[in-house]
């Protein structure tokens, strides 16, 4: 349906000088036919390509395989592109630190790995190994350091991240996995953290069951972690009460002192610090990389957020003024698709997606019906009433629901776009169930009373602003 068919809509939104204007934008280019259509979409795929190039490729979260210096050379090279693109978009942004950064991680490769950190949950076990183990001829030139109370729920991520700088993780338990053991195991999976599991207190098992729970532990970690990095220990056995029978037939009970069994744990500990020394450092050089590639794309969000955000204020007030001045239902829903298909173009061009008119108003429809599905129009016009209502507000005029229902349809649909352009992949046919969940998660944090009072207020402010406001009756 052409623009030209919607007489409703085309005077609707003439009142609004900045619609009116985008409106013949659009109908220029409706005429202008197919050339002008190819034209775009060639030059828009173009574009697609070029990004695609510079796209940070993905990593899959669940190997643990050991990291190739290859690869990190690649993540390095994939780094300095993002930042490469921060340049472009913002060249005014402080790269500096990053910039840095970039600059320290080649030399990362080379250096000699040395550091060790014992990570666990309280009193399993990591003072006894770390005073132990370091005094062995193997653990020369490696730095050793606990972090003591590091499972704590409040001290876990900090924890972790203070682990995740070390060369080695010596991970210590004293029995079955807990749930928390667990989680922060697939935490240091998922960073590709070189690691070696201990099971010490093996002594505080029967003979006949720490097989058994050696095993066991094996077979819980077997997906990512070979067998032989899950190692039993005994790093301060308990003393031994023996029973003697004495010559006169008295049995005397006595205590006897065991001597600590490190020696599988050391065994394979020796091997890894001297075979996969150079290998150890690649690792820390990743994870150094991926954290910058990580802070670098969270800045140039932070620069696109900045400037999408004042484009989906302008759209919203706009839906907000053509609403209020016509306070049809209908009128409504169809002015706040128009702004949509428009809100489209201007928000994907920040993110770096761009669309054909055609395809602007396939996703601006999409959007739409999401909203309508999710019956985002009656909740927030309900919400927007009963704030006008419980507020003590001199004016609000009759179209004032329908004006602020429009913007807040229009922000919501523009903040959902932000979350959806934010992960999607350009090049990538629209995604509706991921839209979906742009629209559901924008909604949710947007769901609380202070966020639709200062919405309203803002939004009367602006309303008794326009011209339309003035004509309307004050109650
Ligand atoms: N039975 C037995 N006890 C052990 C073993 N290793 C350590 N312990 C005892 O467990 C207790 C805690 O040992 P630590 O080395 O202090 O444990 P930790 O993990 O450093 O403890 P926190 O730092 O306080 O969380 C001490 O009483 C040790 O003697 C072992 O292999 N067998
Ligand atoms: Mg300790």
């Known amino acids: 349906m052409s623009w030209q068919q919607k007489p409703i809509l085309v005077g609707g939104l003439s009142l609004s000088g900045g619609l009116w204007l985008w409106w013949q934008l659009q109908a220029t280019a409706a005429e202008s036919g197919e050339l002008l259509v190819w034209l775009v979409i060639a030059l828009g795929s173009g574009l697609w390509w070029l990004r695609q190039r510079s796209r940070p490729r993905p990593i899959p979260a669940h190997i643990a395989t050991p990291v190739a210096r290859a690869e990190v050379e690649q993540a390095i090279a994939l780094a300095r592109e993002g930042l490469q693109v921060l340049a472009v978009e913002a060249p005014d942004s402080d790269r500096q630190s990053l910039e840095q ?10 250096r000699q790995a040395d550091r060790i950190v014992l990570l666990g949950g309280r009193k399993v076990g990591k003072t006894r190994l770390l005073q132990t183990l370091q005094t062995a001829d193997w653990a020369a030139g490696w730095q050793w350091q606990e972090i003591p109370d590091s499972l704590q729920p409040e001290q876990q991520t900090a924890s972790v991240r203070q682990a995740l700088t070390a060369d080695l993780i010596l991970f210590v338990v004293a029995g079955d996995l ?19 599991v201990i099971f ?60 600590p069994d490190l020696t599988a744990l050391s065994e394979r500990l ?56 016509n ?60 704030v006008l209502k419980t ?33 999607a992949d350009p090049s990538a046919e629209l995604n509706p169930t991921q839209l979906e969940q742009a629209l559901q998660t924008v909604f949710q944090t947007q769901q609380r009373a202070t966020v639709w009072q200062s ?18 009756p004050a109650t």
């Open 391 to 423: 507020n003590v507000v001199s004016y609000a005029a009759g179209g004032a629901v329908q004006g602020l229902s429009a913007a807040y349809l229009t922000r919501l649909t523009g903040l959902s776009l932000m979350e959806y352009f934010q992960t």
């Open 327 to 386: 306070p049809v239902p209908v009128l409504d829903l169809l002015a706040t698709a128009a702004i949509g298909a428009q809100l489209v173009i201007d928000l994907g061009a920040v993110y770096q997606h761009k669309f054909a008119l055609a395809q602007a108003k396939t996703l601006a429809s999409t959007l739409g019906a999401l909203v309508a599905k999710l019956g985002l129009v009656e909740l927030s016009t309900q919400a927007i009433a009963s």
């Open 455 to 472: 919405f309203v207020r803002a939004g009367l402010a602006r309303l008794q602003g326009t011209p339309a406001a003035t004509e309307s």
């Open 178 to 196: 807990t749930d928390s053991e667990l989680h922060v195991l697939q935490v240091l999976r998922d960073a590709r953290a070189p690691l070696l």
């Open 270 to 325: 020796a091997i890894r610090l001297t075979t996969e020394r150079p290998a150890l450092a690649w690792a820390t050089a990743w994870r150094a990389t991926e954290q910058l590639a990580a802070d670098i794309t969270a800045a140039l969000q932070q620069v696109r957020r900045d400037r999408a955000l004042p484009i989906v204020e302008r759209y919203q007030w706009l839906a907000a003024a053509t609403a209020f001045a």
């Open 101 to 110: 950064r970039l600059t320290a991680l080649p030399a990362q490769l080379d």
């Open 200 to 259: 010490n207190k093996l002594d505080q098992y029967a003979p006949s069951e720490q097989v058994d729970v050696l095993q066991q532990l094996r077979q819980r970690l077997a997906s990512w972690l070979p067998a032989a990095d899950v190692v039993a220990a005994a790093a301060d056995p308990a003393p031994l009460k023996v029973r003697q029978q004495q010559p006169d037939g008295s049995v005397r009970e006595q205590f006897e002192a065991r001597s």
